[in-house]
T-cell receptor, first 114, second 114 residues
Framework: DGGITQSPKYLFRKEGQNVTLSCEQN?????MYWYRQDPGQGLRLIYY???????QKGDIAEGYSVSREKKESFPLTVTSAQKNPTAFYLC?????????????FGPGTRLTVL | KQEVTQIPAALSVPEGENLVLNCSFT??????LQWFRQDPGKGLTSLLL?????REQTSGRLNASLDKSSGRSTLYIAASQPGDSATYLC?????????????FGKGTHLIIQP
């Protein structure tokens, strides 16, 4: 089945620790994205990547880092510098370059800082 | 900076009614607009995508319209069913080619009463 997988589904972190969220896609999409969702809020863009070894900051990149070593994978690291990391994190992917390019989303990872 | 607003924030209607969800955006220079559905604790499911050059798109009981000049979009749901209960999110993509993230509204929480 084609799609986007995120792991783990739930993640607990102690303050001061870095954690990495996994995102894998087998849709052969060029572009991948990370969003953050807080209760009662819309999604906000953290980082996005058009191609391997290239990525751009979104609207709220501070305290986060990413890598794009493979087309299929776009892991997100939440660092200890992120002041309020408890949130629902969603990964997405799409083709790019055409106005018909739909973004497809994974099931999300819920991160809780203890 | 693009801002997306969705009205109403919540809506509860009896089964079988037709309903309209509203979305407005502040910058008319958009590439496309997407409507998504989100079930509690889940990722997003794409419902409809309207290109900036289009006026509307239809899929089954759903019809989305776009008036770019006035910065408005509506999602019309015909003959609502309890299974339509979810949060509906509107998102716009900035103008231009290449990959780019979406700017989301906060969503409309819809409850269809059996």
């Amino acid at each position: 089945d084609g799609g986007i997988t995120q792991s783990p589904k739930y993640l607990f972190r102690k303050e001061g620790q870095n954690v990495t969220l996994s995102c894998e896609q087998n849709l052969n999409h060029d572009a991948m994205y990370w969003y953050r969702q807080d209760p009662g809020q819309g999604l906000r863009l953290i980082y996005y990547s058009q191609i391997v070894n290239d990525f751009q900051k979104g609207d709220i990149a501070e305290g986060y880092s990413v890598s794009r070593e493979k087309k299929e994978s776009f892991p997100l690291t939440v660092t200890s510098a992120q002041k309020n990391p408890t949130a629902f994190y969603l990964c997405a992917s799409s083709m790019w370059g055409a106005p018909t390019d739909t973004q497809y989303f994974g099931p999300g990872t819920r991160l809780t800082v203890l | 900076k693009q801002e997306v607003t969705q009205i109403p924030a919540a809506l509860s209607v009896p089964e079988g009614e037709n309903l309209v969800l509203n979305c407005s955006f502040t910058d008319s220079a958009i590439y496309n607009l997407q409507w998504f559905r989100q079930d509690p604790g889940k990722g997003l499911t794409s419902l409809l995508l309207i290109q900036s050059s289009q006026r509307e798109q239809t899929s089954g009981r759903l019809n989305a319209s776009l008036d770019k000049s006035s910065g408005r979009s509506t999602l019309y749901i015909a003959a609502s069913q309890p299974g339509d209960s979810a949060t509906y999110l509107c998102a716009v993509r900035r103008s231009g080619g290449g990959a780019d993230g979406l700017t989301f509204g906060k969503g409309t929480h819809l409850i269809i009463q059996p």
